[in-house]
């Protein structure tokens, strides 16, 4: 399993990735889930990517690949964002239809999803989630986020926190605790991150992260969320309506 978010706000954008991938409990290793393709003037894109791991790499890699044939429609040559969702939807198809039908004979799940997002030159910012099947969505004003992978736990603090308008310092802030809120609650998901960001029409990445255990940023971050969330927690008021009861198992009987 793994955890990969990508955001697309006013500010710009950010991509995040965990890289911890495992087949049992005793085969836990990992493995980068960002690529970036970046010509410096006329596109930067970023793939994330979640689900079997052959899958994903073989996709990605044959995207690659093809991006060094000028004669074909490639990742290096198409026009817009649109197109590349597509290039990759179509690469997607292509690997599982060869190599789905062996992986499914051993009951292996063959299921693979991507984000890709950035921009390409005379167009404006766009990120898009492919699903396995090839197809994919958008992300719009009322939806500026997209998730992939282990999704549920780190997505509470991104629905209060993240909108349109937010900074970007405030947007890398809230994927810190993001994953770190996941890696608590699922050994499935675990550091190294990898973070990305993007500004409006810089056609470059302005920033890229490699945060692994030692990172200094990444344990404040976790250490203070913590705190902060046990010091709210014992502010809240008590339910009036179990009176004076304080100690476990000493509460009023119902009516």
Same mark, same amino acid.
């Given at each position: ?86 290039? @990759? ?13 062996? @992986?499914?004979?051993?009951?292996i799940d063959a299921g693979a999803n991507f984000l890709v997002g950035g921009q390409i ?73 990898d973070m990305a960001c993007y500004t409006p029409d810089a056609l470059r990445l302005d ?21 902060? @969330? ?26």
């Amino acid at each position: 399993m793994t955890y990969c978010v990508a955001l697309k706000l006013n500010a710009g954008m950010v991509f995040a990735s965990d890289s911890r991938t495992n087949a049992g409990v005793d085969q836990i290793a990992s493995f980068k889930k960002m690529r970036s393709f970046v010509k410096s003037g006329d596109r930067a894109i970023v793939i994330l990517s979640s689900g079997n791991l052959s899958i994903t790499q073989s996709a990605v890699n044959q995207l690659e690949q093809h991006g060094r044939d000028p004669d074909r429609r490639n990742i290096w040559n198409v026009q817009s964002m649109f197109d590349v969702a597509q290039l @990759l939807g179509e690469t997607l198809r292509e690997v599982r239809a060869h190599d789905g039908q062996f @992986l499914a004979k051993n009951n292996i799940d063959a299921g693979a999803n991507f984000l890709v997002g950035g921009q390409i030159r005379d167009e404006r910012m766009r990120l898009f989630l492919v699903y396995a099947e090839g197809n994919f969505i958008e992300a719009s004003e009322e939806t500026p986020y997209f998730q992939i992978g282990e999704t549920k736990y780190g997505k509470p603090i991104i629905d209060r926190v993240i909108s349109l308008d937010t900074p970007l310092c405030d947007a890398v802030k809230c994927l810190m605790v993001s994953f770190d809120s996941t890696m608590r609650s699922n050994l499935s998901v675990g550091l190294p991150i990898d973070m990305a960001c993007y500004t409006p029409d810089a056609l470059r990445l302005d920033m890229q992260q490699h945060i692994t255990q030692n990172d200094a940023y990444f344990s404040q971050i976790s250490n203070r969320w913590c705190e902060g @969330l046990r010091g709210v927690f014992a502010s809240l008021p008590n339910p009036d309506w179990l009176g004076d009861y304080e100690s476990p198992g000493q509460l009023p009987p119902s009516n």
